[in-house]
């Protein structure tokens, strides 16, 4: 496995497996790898086979944090990365600098942005003004560098995916989005690399994400429900646990991202809670 880290490297190396005619698959993260970003790698190597090419690129991306987020303590362990990555069979890491990502950035050159203008708003966007900003903006850079045929998000976070996807159809990039789905601890928490923030009290407080959907889902499967009601008593769960505090939760088309009145089996339902200074996410198909 090659560890690459600067943007120019990157671009050539895909140039060269362009030139020969194999297949790149490509997995984008932040680093502090886990299962569910395994899954994902797995699935890349599955999907390009062996004579085609696997890249992770590890990056935490510094236009998708506000000001006032995690970015200076979010949590890195490329050691580990770097042996679950050539356990899941990537060829490639590739893990850049913030002077390689965004050029003349430091001495206030940098000045281009990708904004999606529909599906980012509200829920994550509606949370965090800038954040898909700062994910379309970066993703369409590493697809400019990495050159894949196919690239594979997690329906972990499902409206990125959904803006990823607009995006690379937008911006005619000639590649394949591919979502596939979340890999949960056992007791139904989502994988994250935030949960690492959680004090042990608040991580068995958090499978209240997992339990409040599976609440919503068997409240629809009964007979449709309203959009309002459901939001009220999700609220009252998760607020009625002693340390979490609800973003956001939202009921919508999981295609359109379209918010829904009446809720039926089918419908995405998407919720965001805050444990203290840590913020967790969450999404399922009812
Ligand atoms: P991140 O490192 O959090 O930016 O995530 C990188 C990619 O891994 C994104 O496409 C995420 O949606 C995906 N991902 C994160 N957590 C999970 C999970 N629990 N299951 C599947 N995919 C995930």
């Not at 497996?17 to 797995?42: C, D, I, N, Q």
């Not at 090419?53 to 990056?59: E, F, G, K, R």
């Not at 068995?204 to 499967?221: D, I, Q, W």
């Amino acid at each position: 496995m090659r560890i690459v880290k600067t943007a120019a490297a990157m671009q050539k190396l895909a140039l060269t497996w362009r030139r020969e005619g194999r297949k790149v698959g490509f997995v984008p993260t932040m680093g502090y790898l886990h299962a569910g970003h395994v899954s994902l790698v797995t699935e890349a190597r599955r999907r390009v086979g062996l004579k085609g090419i696997v890249v992770v690129s590890i990056y935490v991306n510094p236009t998708q944090f506000a000001p006032t987020e995690d970015l200076s303590r979010y949590p890195r362990d490329f050691a580990g990365d770097r042996r679950r990555c050539a356990e899941a069979g990537a060829d490639v890491i590739f893990f850049p600098t913030d002077a390689g990502m965004y050029p003349g950035k430091a001495e206030g050159r940098y000045s281009t942005y990708v904004v999606e203008e529909r599906l980012s708003q509200g829920m994550e966007g509606g949370s965090r003004p800038t954040h898909f900003r700062g994910v379309s903006t970066i993703v369409a850079k590493l697809f400019n560098l990495v050159l894949p045929d196919l690239a594979i998000f997690g329906a972990k976070d499902w409206q990125q995916a959904a803006v990823v996807r607009r995006m690379a159809i937008d911006l005619n990039f000639p590649l394949k989005v591919l979502v596939r789905p979340t890999v949960r601890e056992k007791d139904g928490l989502a994988m994250s690399s935030r949960n690492k923030y959680l004090s042990p009290e608040d991580r068995e407080l958090a499978t209240v994400l997992h339990r409040a959907m599976s609440a919503a889902k068997a409240a629809v499967n009964l007979q449709p429900a309203s959009a309002k009601a459901l939001k009220s008593s999700t609220e009252a769960l998760v607020n009625g646990q002693s340390s979490g505090r609800l973003d956001y939760v939202e009921f919508f088309d999981p295609e359109t991202l379209e918010a829904v009145d009446v809720v039926k089996p089918g419908a995405q339902m998407a919720l965001a809670v805050h444990f203290g200074k840590t913020r967790l996410i969450d999404n399922a198909a009812l």
